[in-house]
């Protein structure tokens, strides 16, 4: 810190012993070394206190992150981010459903403005459910615009 050579020493003793005296001298280094003992009891007092202060700070910091770690459960964490993620997927599955009824709406209206009524044709009723096989219907008239099928171009020929 201060840079005192031999000689600034000499000098000073020089200096203290013609002021003072040589009868004096050894009261006044006495008391200049419990002055110098002092100064430094207290900077090396402060220096503690400091470190002291530097380290309660980082342990209380230290004990924030230990605690913080402590109160971290995974669990929690992960159900968080599930939960977030299915209300985003339910979010995203109700707006496709809106669209899709939307879409199907706007079928539906845009059919019914183009539909015209058709004369519909009563279904009679013979009565012998065992003379007709399950899946057909002999009864079935083809449609106009429409091709007969192949069972029925083949009862065609019998």
Request: overall charge negative; charged content about 30%; cysteine-free.
């Amino acid at each position: 810190m201060f840079d005192i050579g031999w000689s600034e020493i000499l000098i000073v003793a020089v200096v203290a012993i013609l002021v003072v005296g040589p009868k004096e001298l050894p009261g006044l280094l006495r008391t200049v070394g419990k002055t110098v003992g002092n100064l430094r009891r207290l900077a090396g007092d402060f220096q503690n206190q400091f470190n002291e202060a530097l380290r309660e700070a980082e342990l209380e910091d230290v004990k924030t992150t230990i605690g913080d770690i402590k109160s971290l459960d995974p669990r929690v964490a992960v159900k968080d981010a599930v939960s977030k993620q299915l209300t985003d997927i339910t979010s995203a599955t109700d707006d496709v459903s809106k669209s899709i009824q939307q879409s199907t709406d706007e079928i539906n209206s845009s059919l019914n403005e183009n539909a015209e009524p058709e004369a519909v044709e009563p279904v009679l009723d013979t009565g012998h459910a065992e003379d007709t096989a399950i899946g057909t219907d002999e009864n079935k008239k083809p449609v106009e615009g429409e091709e007969p099928s192949e069972d029925e171009t083949q009862k065609a020929e019998k």
